[in-house]
């Protein structure tokens, strides 16, 4: 994946998308960049929105995905990549296909309901993981899978009374009850009447005289019931319908996102955080993207007075920050607001790290609260080569210098130091670039990082500060100004 996916960086920038690729001040979405993301489900748990998504497969020519992968963020912009906590291996009976899905929480347990290839049948099936986290990782809940007819896109949504729904279809849209343990149904299958008055009409195809297509994204809101989907095929665009109960009669009530951005599907998931509304969908954003090499985005919208959906454009702006990011708290390497050249891997200190760092090479946060100002920068690194740096940037990933920290050899990519340099002019609430400079090849994978402040608070003295630091705990509290540290890992 690694390879193939530098050879789309590399590829762009000889053919003419330099553009695409080398300008990521103003393009935050796709919200993922290092890899192929498709058919997003939100979920909103303890004041974070979990991403669960599906993986195109880099190179794609059709829809080759293997996992499914998990991100997060607190503020819509700076997303954490949790690496893939479910794959086909996780359901013994999958064959193939890991294609779209949801998750909820119940139970004090989340469950990931997906479609896959039922390998005994030859069949689509929808399965159900289940884990204690909402990054996992998920086992299989049932062994087998939890229905099967040869249909997809699976949409869960527990009402306000409890009931919980799983809804899924293409060509058709079913229904069943599920029991209180998420894993279990009562009531039978149950299919939806594919109306044109619920459903919208569609012109040029006999089989299908109604808009829906597939991926329903079904929620309750204010005592109404929204059922958002990919309509008409293809190219599909973003429809929905609303009914006065989770079982019908549903109303067509119109587009939310027209035809656009050159993928041929389109896949919505909707949620409410931190005050605003979410919309995600995907498209062909990215160098090397397409029908089959997808990647998911978001706009914020709000409900119109009414309830209805106000219809949306795709953007690469994406929305505005939701809250700030904390730089004096460790922030992961892989939370990305707009990452260039860089991979995420699985790390042998817990979770992921980013890596795959070259020359120039840089991630972006967004939205970045220094307060009263930043004295020292700290980073946890590995690197095999000798002589490359972290440069602290604002601006741009060229643009003002706050500061360098040098990253020594330390053997292996997976043999961790921590290094702190100092900083300087990091004030105030402003987006920050983390550029990786050095010489030619991989040079550096980054753990996490994190700001010391100029001005010591109680918050920030409690940090600990890990013990192979080269600037001891003294320099760092009795530091008024950057310029007063000088301690480097170099
Ligand atoms: O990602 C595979 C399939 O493409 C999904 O299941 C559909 O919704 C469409 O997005």
Redesign the pocket.
């Given at each position: 994946m690694v390879t193939t996916r530098r050879f789309f960086t590399r590829l762009a920038l000889v053919t003419g998308m330099l553009l695409a690729v080398t300008a990521p001040a103003r393009a935050d979405n796709p919200i993922v960049q290092h890899i192929y993301t498709?058919?997003p489900a939100p979920l909103v748990h303890n004041g974070r929105v979990y991403l669960y998504t599906?993986h195109?497969e880099d190179g794609s020519t059709w829809?080759t995905?293997k996992e499914w992968r998990v991100f997060s963020s607190a503020d819509m912009v700076n997303w954490t990549d949790h690496g893939s906590p479910m794959n086909l291996g996780t359901f013994s009976w999958a064959s193939k296909?890991a294609?779209?899905g949801q998750a909820v929480q119940r139970n004090g347990k989340f469950y990931w309901y997906v479609?896959a290839v039922n390998r005994a049948t030859g069949r689509m099936a929808i399965g159900v993981g289940v884990s204690d986290s909402p990054t996992g990782p998920f086992r299989d809940a049932l062994g087998r899978p939890l229905v099967e007819n040869g249909e997809?896109?699976p949409s869960v949504m527990v009402d306000n009374s409890g009931q919980a729904y799983l809804y899924w279809g293409?060509p058709n849209l079913w229904y069943v009850r599920l029991n209180a343990d998420m894993t279990s149904f009562s009531g039978g299958v149950n299919q939806i009447p594919l109306t044109t008055a619920g459903f919208g009409t569609r012109t040029g195809d006999p089989n299908r005289p109604t808009l829906y297509e597939?991926?329903p994204w079904v929620y309750q809101r204010n005592g109404q019931y929204y059922n958002v989907f990919?309509a008409k095929c293809c190219s599909e665009f973003i429809a929905y319908s609303t009914a006065p109960s989770p079982t019908g009669p549903w109303t067509y009530r119109g587009t939310v996102m027209p035809t656009q951005g050159s993928a041929f599907?389109?896949?919505p998931g909707i949620v409410d955080f931190k005050g605003s509304s979410y919309f995600f969908y995907?498209n062909g954003a990215l160098p090397g993207g397409g029908g089959f090499t997808r990647s998911v985005a978001v706009e914020r919208f709000s409900y119109n007075a009414d309830g209805t959906i106000p219809q949306l454009t795709m953007s690469t702006a994406g929305p505005p920050a939701a809250d700030t990011l904390n730089p004096y708290v460790r922030q992961e390497g892989e939370t990305i607001a707009w990452g260039s050249g860089v991979e995420t891997e699985v790390s042998s200190e817990g979770g992921l790290n980013l890596s795959h760092t070259n020359n120039g090479d840089h991630v972006k946060l967004k939205n970045v609260a220094f307060g009263g100002g930043a004295a020292t920068f700290t980073a946890r690194v590995a690197s095999t080569v000798a002589g490359s740096s972290i440069e602290v940037r604002t601006g741009g990933p060229t643009g003002t210098l706050a500061g360098r920290c040098s990253v020594p050899s330390t053997g292996a990519w997976q043999s961790w130091t921590t290094v702190t340099c100092p900083v300087s002019g990091l004030t105030g609430t402003r987006d920050l670039y983390l550029r990786f400079a050095g010489g030619s090849g991989y040079l550096l994978n980054l753990n996490w990082w994190q700001f010391g402040p100029t001005t010591v608070s109680s918050a920030a003295v409690r940090q600990p500060i890990p013990e192979d630091t080269m600037c001891s705990t003294i320099q760092i509290v009795t530091a008024t100004r950057s310029s007063d540290l000088t301690c480097d890992a170099s």
């Open positions: 498709a058919d599906g195109d829809f995905m296909d294609w779209a479609s997809i896109d293409n597939e991926g990919a599907t389109n896949h995907h």
